[in-house]
């Protein structure tokens, strides 16, 4: 049995983990053979490779990134067709000339839609949900993200210091798409002032009022914003609107936008800070490299059942299985209970 690996979409904390522990289960128990692909989809559909054996996963669990490279290319897309071949036909095609019997995917939303389609087509494909925005459905945590919110957390911590000597408001922008996970977490941890997430517009004249308030007991507001947040009034809109292969808007900006308003709106001084792709970088937490290398030992043991089509999942402390379209149907979105108890310590 041959059996190819990618990594897709954005890296992330964690991938290293995987990739160690699939080749590591699948050799030392199963007998396997592995296939790296380079850069996400774009090494099945090009058939570029490289050798993944036991002595390349060595040393490569606390590494972030992923050593397989990855890309957010679209096989999916028109412009993935090649000699009126499709990108999936391509595929097929490599696959069967690599002599590669099944695939792991390790991947978000985006990678994980590619390996439901070829799942569809009889592509023998094993899910690995990641993402930093821990977006995915069905399953509670996404490895990447634990080591994201350390990061924002440890920055808020590191702003509060010079926004307190300075008398300014410290705006904090974080990732997450559509999701405001990586805010709320880190937000609940570093004391933020106010969080501001995508799933619930908001007034910027109330932050305005949380950022007074904060100053009036002497005490500096950070403010931490996902990027895909955006105020209710509808004339402060952001300016970039490029789109990646898969159709999404490149965010970003909402930080700035903040920083201007709170300055005219207040009067105080006000500052942002993007924390970007910093909270992608470094080496993994424990908790993400623990969940990284289990998702692997799993993974490997649904190709060694022949249980395809399907994604593992952390389901409370339980690694399970479940349908890979049932993951990428519906994004996971922070719930207004949730966010309830991080307004408790607003203003
Ligand atoms: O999905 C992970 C993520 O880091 C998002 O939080 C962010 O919006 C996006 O990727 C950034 O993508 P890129 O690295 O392509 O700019």
């Not at 397989?68 to 071949?85: C, F, H, I, K, Y």
């Not at 908001?202 to 308030?213: K, L």
Request: aromatic content about 6%; charged content about 20%; some cysteine.
């Amino acid at each position: 049995m041959r059996v190819g690996v990618l990594t897709g979409g954005g890296d992330c904390p964690g991938l290293n983990g995987v990739i160690r522990a699939l080749v590591r289960r699948g050799t030392q128990e199963y007998g396997y053979q592995f296939t790296g692909f380079r850069d996400g989809w774009r090494g099945p559909l090009e058939g570029d490779t490289i050798p993944l054996d036991v002595p390349a996963v060595r040393g490569i669990l606390p590494r972030g990134g992923t050593i397989l490279g990855t890309s957010r290319t679209n096989p999916l897309a028109q412009a993935a067709s090649e000699d009126g071949r499709s990108g999936v036909q391509r595929i097929k095609d490599n696959l069967a000339s690599l002599g590669v019997d099944a695939l792991v995917a390790i991947g978000g939303e985006d990678t994980l839609g590619v390996a439901a389609a070829l799942h569809a087509e009889g592509v023998a494909v094993v899910g690995v949900p990641k993402t930093i925005d821990n977006d995915l459905g069905a399953t509670d945590y996404t490895f990447g993200f634990d080591t994201a919110v350390n990061i924002a957390m440890e920055a808020i911590d590191r702003l509060h210091t010079t926004a307190e000597s300075h008398h300014r408001a410290l705006i904090v922008e974080v990732m997450g798409r559509n999701a405001g996970w990586i805010a709320l977490h880190a937000g609940m941890a570093g004391g933020a002032n106010v969080i501001l997430i995508p799933e619930n517009p908001f007034s910027m004249d109330r932050v305005c009022e949380y950022v007074e308030s904060r100053f009036e007991t002497r005490y500096a507001p950070i403010v931490v914003v996902a990027e895909g947040a955006r105020p209710i009034e509808e004339d402060l809109s952001l300016l970039d609107q490029r789109l990646d292969a898969f159709g999404h808007v490149r965010l970003g900006g909402i930080g700035q936008l903040l920083e201007g308003e709170i300055e005219k709106r207040t009067g105080k001084e006000a500052r942002c800070t993007v924390l970007g792709h910093i909270q992608r970088g470094g080496t993994p937490t424990a908790f993400d490299r623990v969940l990284a290398t289990r998702f692997g030992i799993h993974a490997i043991d649904a190709v060694h059942d022949g249980v395809f089509g399907v994604m593992v999942a952390l389901q409370g402390t339980q690694i399970t299985r479940v349908p890979i379209a049932d993951a990428t149907s519906q994004l996971k979105l922070v719930p207004a209970e949730r966010y309830a108890e991080a307004e408790v310590f607003f203003g």
